[in-house]
Nanobody, 123 residues
């Protein structure tokens, strides 16, 4: 399994931006589908965005389309989530996850998870 460490969370005002990073260990990062998920208090974990092994295919939840961008740098074993026009409802713990399944974006398809990073958006 790949080890994942997220960074970049914090407190931001509504309308602001944050960039999350997820650093992965191991030499097989470029073979994994990567995803960003989030979980707010009292709610289930949900997918935010995902990207295939090459970066050529991406998926976004409807709630973040046009505001968030997922990208990856396989040379640096890192996946990013650029979050713009943040809203208070984006407040959650954000998790990075890795999957060796192709074209699957559900929580259960991701076997490796980071520890999470808190994102808080104030109104």
């Amino acid at each position: 399994q790949v080890q994942l460490v997220e960074s970049g969370g914090g407190l931001v005002q509504a309308g602001g931006s944050l960039r999350l990073s997820c650093a992965a260990s191991g030499r097989t990062f470029s073979t994994y589908t990567m995803g960003w998920f989030r979980q707010a208090p009292g709610k289930e974990r949900e997918i935010v965005a995902a990207i295939n092994f090459s970066g050529g295919i991406t998926y976004y939840a409807d709630s973040v389309k046009g505001r968030f961008t997922i990208s990856r740098d396989n040379a640096k074993n890192t996946v990013y989530l650029q979050m713009n026009s943040l809203k208070p409802e984006d407040t959650a713990v954000y998790y990075c996850a890795a999957s060796n399944l192709y074209g699957r974006w559900d929580v259960g398809s991701f076997a490796s998870w980071g520890q999470g990073t808190q994102v808080t958006v104030s109104s």
